[in-house]
């Protein structure tokens, strides 16, 4: 059975692979074409940013498959011999801690490198290392006291009932719908300041917007993003009477009324389209799909890996080797998630007006040094958005065109006509 196991995440490692390669290929080859979107110079910039990235994805992809392999052969052997505690539940406990404390160890130096080597060279990091020290701590403090509580509800599951994988499911996915509560008002604030909105036009024109479509929220706020980071962002968080709308510091710097507006029109879409239920409704697949499969493997796969089925084994084991089952389910995923973007986008594009949700895309592909070109594997697989360039032909703009018939404008962006202006 670890046979086939190590065969499937090997043959599972090797397509991740060659489509990051593909990627490489494709994005050096793209990069050197005519610009679109952008000017020249920024292209280039975009399609560089873009290699940089998957260039360390790929080093990361070899190294996890190393301590995948690791983990399957003497791993999971090795920490138990540091975690043998009588009682089940602790040892469970101390098994997973073990677990994710060595993989955080591992990823820690490809998260370094990505924060102060890539985004540092592309002019997005703005985190000093006693900042990005302080915010570890504080993720990790948060995973010891949350993650210790969770695993220890999963730990008495297993070892209490037979059909654990659908109890533990449900202990998941409620956790899971609890966080999207907590998130935007307990969790969030402990990294970032989170001040309301001042008021003014502004402010008086989105609760206009969120008015229109029956949105009651818990505020509108603006996060102070630009201390750590220098890209454009905005979301809409929380369930409930813990949803908010944020808006990144950096968006309201860079993005004027109208385009916000059109921005915050496509996040209404999202609402009024009930898109974040179907997430959750997709996550919660993926997560019963998961806890089916791995609450049914064989007893011989873990005594082939040299332990003991415990409750913390199984878990391991499960989170070990999940991510081959959501890459499967990814397609699926970005197939609907992409068609909720194009929903969303025609729903911002009436609340504030094509024009101005345009512009808004094209200042924050620039910004953010998105190169707008991908492979059709990486599309397929990975992308939660539909490429840039699609979702504007969609609002009825053709790249291509616009092109030959304008020139750039002084932020180096190209400025778009509708089609019947052309």
């Known amino acids: ?146 993650g210790g509580l969770l695993f220890a509800g999963l730990a008495w599951i297993i070892t209490n009932y037979d059909s654990w994988w659908l109890w533990g499911f449900t202990l998941m996915f409620s956790v899971a719908v609890l966080a999207n509560v907590i998130y935007p008002t307990i969790i969030a604030p402990l990294f970032n300041k989170f001040n309301p909105i001042e008021e003014g036009e502004l402010k008086d024109a989105i609760t206009k917007l969120m008015e229109s479509v029956g949105l009651k929220s818990d505020g509108i706020f ?48 999202h609402f009024k389209h009930g898109d974040i239920w179907k997430n959750i409704a997709l996550m919660g697949l993926l997560l019963l799909i998961s806890f089916y499969t791995f609450g049914h493997l064989p007893d011989s796969l873990f005594t082939e890996m040299g332990i003991i089925p415990t409750a913390g084994a199984k878990i391991a084991v499960l989170m070990l080797l999940m991510p081959i089952i959501g890459f499967l389910f990814n397609p699926f995923m970005s197939f609907v998630s992409q068609k909720n973007e194009y929903g969303a986008d025609e729903f911002g594009a009436n609340m504030a007006g094509k024009e101005h949700l345009v512009t ?16 059709p594997l990486v599309i397929f697989f990975y992308y939660t958005h539909p490429p840039v360039l699609e979702r504007l032909k969609e609002l009825g703009y053709d790249a291509d065109a616009v092109i030959e018939q304008t020139s750039l404008n002084k932020d180096g962006i190209f400025t778009f006509m509708k089609d019947d202006e052309k």
């Open 1 to 146: 059975m670890l046979e086939t196991v190590i065969i499937i995440y090997s043959i599972y490692t090797l397509i991740r692979l060659y489509i990051s390669f593909m990627q490489i290929g494709y994005i050096n080859f793209e990069k050197r074409q005519q610009a679109v979107l952008m000017s020249a110079t920024k292209y280039m910039i975009a399609g560089n940013y873009a290699v940089a990235k998957e260039k360390v994805s790929i080093v990361e992809t070899f190294v996890d498959y190393l301590v995948f392999l690791w983990w399957a052969i003497t791993g999971f052997a090795w920490i138990t011999t540091w975690t043998g505690l009588e009682n089940q539940i602790f040892q469970s406990v101390a098994f997973l801690f073990g677990f994710f404390a060595v993989n955080f160890v591992i990823g820690l130096p490809f998260d370094l490198y990505r924060t102060f080597k890539i985004d540092e060279d592309f002019k997005f990091n703005k985190m000093t290392p006693k900042m990005y020290i302080i915010d570890t701590i504080k993720s990790t403090l948060i995973f010891i006291v949350l």
């Open 222 to 269: 603006v996060m102070d993003a630009s201390t750590k980071d220098s890209r454009l962002n905005a979301y809409f968080g929380g369930l409930g009477k813990s949803k908010r709308v944020v808006l990144y510091d950096t968006l309201i710097e860079k993005l004027n009324k109208n385009e916000l507006l059109a921005v915050l029109g496509h996040e209404l879409g």
């Open 360 to 375: 808004a895309l094209l200042k924050l592909v620039t910004e953010n040094k998105s190169f707008p070109k991908s492979h």
